[in-house]
């Protein structure tokens, strides 16, 4: 339905199809009674505006957990190297002695030489670790963005565990809830698509068809229009299916999703109890092994017993103080991935 008044000859000219006219005129429209159509627009924005913050925060917390990792290999290297400096400290006291006795024949120089020819070892133990703490420390550096070509001594994080049992809020399962709020929205859309709509029009410009009428013809025009869906080749059926088969995906993978989180936690768990029994068994080897150096370092001082023995107590240290680096930085990082999973 539309009405063009025309008043006193100034209004539209009538238009006419066998002849010229001339027409320029600016068209609005809006559906009226129209108001959860809207509504669920604005919903839809709403939800893909939280689906995009939720991205955003899980890429963070993704970063984060890299960055933590590289720093504990980073640590790591630099640690490993430490122990094998206090070893050679060790190490060089003891040679002077034995270096002293074996040039006044009390002590055997062979025992010396054996001595000598384990600090070379530990000495490219040494360097070869500090290759690798200055290469793990170039990877964190470009992980973090940082052009500071510098070295500095790190310390252990000690990275605190997040607890909580309340999955279904957590970033990774926040994703499936706005799908599914998303698919439920994409529905409303469709059924109010096929609704009978209601809409008001208007236009106002030039409606010509003689010339010398031309500025008579300035005008507009307002009317109502509905619009009542008939048949569509069964596009809404088509769209409702793919609607389902969205919704039975989200819900696969989200099913999939829960197992691996379970799967996951529950083993990280598990580890994480494990290292840190495995842990305090190491840190009384290590006791242990303090001692047993105490009395080898004794009895080769007095020419009781050969270096040898020393020495293999030292090559035991070493791999007891690694051990317990490697345990205390295993459960720094079983609690990284725990709280990457709980965020």
Known sequence: MVY???VNGWGYSDVITNGQSLIGTVNVSQQIFNNKTREANLEK?????????NARKISVNELKRTITAQYLATFSALAERKVQEEVLANMVNEASVLKSWAEQGVGRQTDYLSLQVEMMTVKRNIG????????????LNLICGVTDTTFCNLNLPVIQDTLTNQTENLLIFKRFLTDSLLINNEKQLLDRKYQPALSWFA????????????????GLSFGLSMTLPVFDGNQRKINYNKIRMHEETRKYYLDNLRVRYQTQV?????ELKNTRLLMKENEKQVALLHELIAANLALVNTGSASITAYILSLQNLIEAKYAGLRYQIRVQYVINELNFWRQ
Request: glycine share 8%; charged share 25%; net charge negative.
């Open 45 to 53: 924005i709403g939800l893909e505006s939280g689906s995009l913050v």
């Open 203 to 218: 236009d106002g410009g030039l409606i010509n068809n003689e010339p010398r009428n031309l500025y008579q013809n300035f």
């Open 4 to 6: 063009a008044p025309t």
């Open 266 to 270: 529950s083993q990280l768990k598990d």
């Open 128 to 139: 070869d670790l500090d290759l690798q703490y200055r290469k793990e420390f170039f990877n």
